[in-house]
Structure formats: C-alpha cells, structure tokens
C-alpha cells in the first residue's frame, strides 16, 4: 500500500502509551495514523480530514467518547468509529452502538485482531460509498431518461443500466 492509499487511523485516546503503541504499530502496517490527546481534538481533526476510521477511547477527561462519537458522526455519517474501553459496561457498549459506533472493544486488545476489525470497516465503508455513489449516478441517468421521454417525437427503449468497469449504461432508441 503506498502513502497515497494508505488507510488513515485517527486515534483519540489521553493515554500516551495507547497513542504510541497505536502509532508505533500501524505506521509499521503502512498506515497513515494521527494521534489526539482529547476528544475536542479528534472533533477538530475530523473537522480538517478525513479519515478510514477512528479508534475512540471512552474516557478522557473533557469530552469522552460517546460525545465524541456523537459529534463525528455528524461530520462524516460515513466514518467507522471503533470505541475502546478499559472500563467495559452493558450501557456503554449499547450507548455506543446505538450512537452509531463501528465496534466497541475492550482494552487490553490484540493488536493483529483490531487490525483485521479496521480492515473489516475500512472494506464496509468503501462499499457502502461505492454504493452511494452509484445510486446517485442511477436516479441521475432515471432524471435525464425523464427529461428524454418528456421531449416531443422522443420514444425511449430502457435498457437500462448494466454496471461494466464503473460505468452505467443504458440505450436509447430514437
């Protein structure tokens, strides 16, 4: 993976050693990873970039991690938040969820397993784009077939629509 595609980690986490260990593990995986103190900053982080998924811990002082989550969600409804704890509950972890979180992992993890869980996202999240993204090219190419049907002395044979690399196409008959 080169720099250009790598995966972009945002770690939000008030402890240096998790942040490190994070860093140290996923720069050797050619990840791209950035690393905040609090929760404001991972907000503002996401505010300035965008990421493949975030790793959230729970509790930091100032802003913890189901507002955190809260508030990215709603800046990128797309991006795959993983929320970590090492103080696991029932509420927390269905809180979490029902927020929207990714996952909800307990700390202590294994470092190969979190890897795998962020390129399980990583892939859900692409597709899902890539879905987006074709529904949108769909109702586009529906809305110009519209407008072709309406034109006077136009008659329309829908073939429509066979996804070959990327692309939709459809025939129109005169």
Not at 97 to 112: N, S, T, V, W
């Amino acid at each position: 993976m080169t720099p250009a595609t790598a995966t972009r980690v945002l770690v939000v986490d008030d402890e240096q050693f998790v942040r490190d260990l994070l860093q140290d593990y996923f720069t050797k995986m050619e990840f791209s990873v950035v690393t905040v103190v609090d929760g404001q900053a991972g907000i503002d982080a996401c505010r300035r970039q965008r990421f493949d998924v975030a790793l959230v811990d729970l509790k930091m002082p100032g802003k913890g991690g189901i507002e955190v989550l809260t508030e990215v969600r709603q800046i990128d409804p797309s991006l795959p938040v993983v929320v970590m704890t090492g103080y696991p509950t029932i509420d927390s972890s269905i809180e979490a969820i029902r927020k929207g979180a990714y996952d909800y992992i307990i700390k202590p993890f294994k470092l190969q397993e979190l890897k795998e869980l962020i390129d399980r996202a990583v892939r859900e999240q692409t597709l899902s784009r890539e879905i987006e993204d074709l529904r949108q090219r769909l109702s586009h190419v529906e809305s110009e077939l519209r407008e072709y049907r309406a034109r006077p002395g136009h008659s329309v044979t829908p073939a429509v629509t066979a996804t070959v690399s990327g692309q939709l196409w459809h025939d129109i008959a005169p």
